[in-house]
């Protein structure tokens, strides 16, 4: 049976290492700034101000839990960066915003098979290209696709439109035929969100995702442990959400069809104004 891996945005390192202790996959530092303000500013989504130094400092305290780090869009750059962010620690590096296969050949020239990378599928013309750059990646390498900036590429409202308009499907299986693990956005807490967190869930148990970001309830801006440990109890709302994957792995896909049904009306209803899970 697959495993629901998950992934949090932290560069506590207290936070970082209790994450791991809880059974956190991935410590996910986020160093993208070029651009984002220009398309995310409008909407609550996390904006970075992290740095190589944060990725030294998580690197530091983590055994077992993966150091990924998400560089900027491709540019000039983009090979310095990569070398940075791996002599800092990290284990993996993400590509966000690219839209072509000359940039992601360019990536993984810079990256040299140094750490396994992961693509953020992202724009249109990514997801379109899927066929094109699935074969240049390797064994450890990942697909995640991100819908917050799908949904503003597409010029969407809602970033569950991108789920519940079936966008994914077609992409998804490209992914399990080629034999890459993949993961989908990010996700609330179980019982909660104005798309239950079930559905989404059960969304990533039909497409076969094997990743998800922990969206912002899960540490709530949190800066110490102690403030983390006030507002949420981590390592229960794994086992939920985590239990809640199990079970819709094994379920009839009749009930996961309708689960996606349910929604895409819900996204159909709420699509007037944007909205952000993680």
């Known amino acids: 049976m697959k495993h629901l891996h998950t992934m949090l945005i932290t560069v506590v390192p207290e936070i970082a290492l209790h994450a791991q202790t809880c059974g956190v996959d991935t ?5 993208e700034a070029r651009g984002k303000a220009d398309r995310q500013g409008h909407l609550d989504t996390h ?15 983590l055994s077992k839990a993966e150091v ?3 560089i900027n869009p491709p540019w000039d750059g983009t090979s310095a960066e990569v070398d940075a962010a791996i002599d800092a620690g ?12 000359e940039q992601v050949m360019e990536f993984k020239r810079a990256v040299a098979g140094r750490v ?3 693509l953020l599928v ?17 064994q450890e390498d990942r697909i995640h696709f991100g819908l917050n900036d799908l949904c503003i590429d597409m010029q ?15 992409p998804a299986a490209l992914c399990r035929d080629a034999g890459i693990p993949f993961g989908i956005g990010g996700v609330g807490s179980i019982g909660k969100g104005m798309v239950p967190a079930e559905w989404v869930i059960s969304e990533h148990a039909r497409l076969g995702s094997e990743w998800v970001i922990l969206s912002r309830a899960f540490h709530g801006g949190a800066e110490s442990l102690a403030d983390l440990s006030s507002c949420i109890d981590l390592a229960a709302e794994l086992k939920a959400i985590r239990r809640c994957y199990r079970e819709f792995s094994v379920t009839a896909p009749s009930i ?15 699509n007037s104004q944007p909205h952000k899970i993680a």
């Not at 992202?122 to 390797?138: K, N």
């Open 27 to 31: 410590i996910f530092i986020d160093m």
């Open 47 to 61: 904006k970075s101000a992290h740095t190589y130094a944060d990725v030294a400092r998580i690197a530091a305290v």
């Open 68 to 70: 990924m780090v998400r």
């Open 90 to 101: 990290a284990q993996r590096v993400m590509l966000p915003m690219f839209r072509n296969v």
């Open 116 to 118: 396994p990378v992961t």
């Open 122 to 138: 992202e724009t249109a013309s990514s997801l379109a290209r899927l066929p094109v750059f699935l074969p240049l990646l390797g």
């Open 156 to 170: 969407l409202n809602f970033l569950f439109e991108v789920l519940g308009g079936r966008l994914l499907d077609g």
């Open 256 to 270: 996961l069809e309708a689960n996606q049904t349910n929604l895409a009306l819900r996204a159909a209803a709420t």
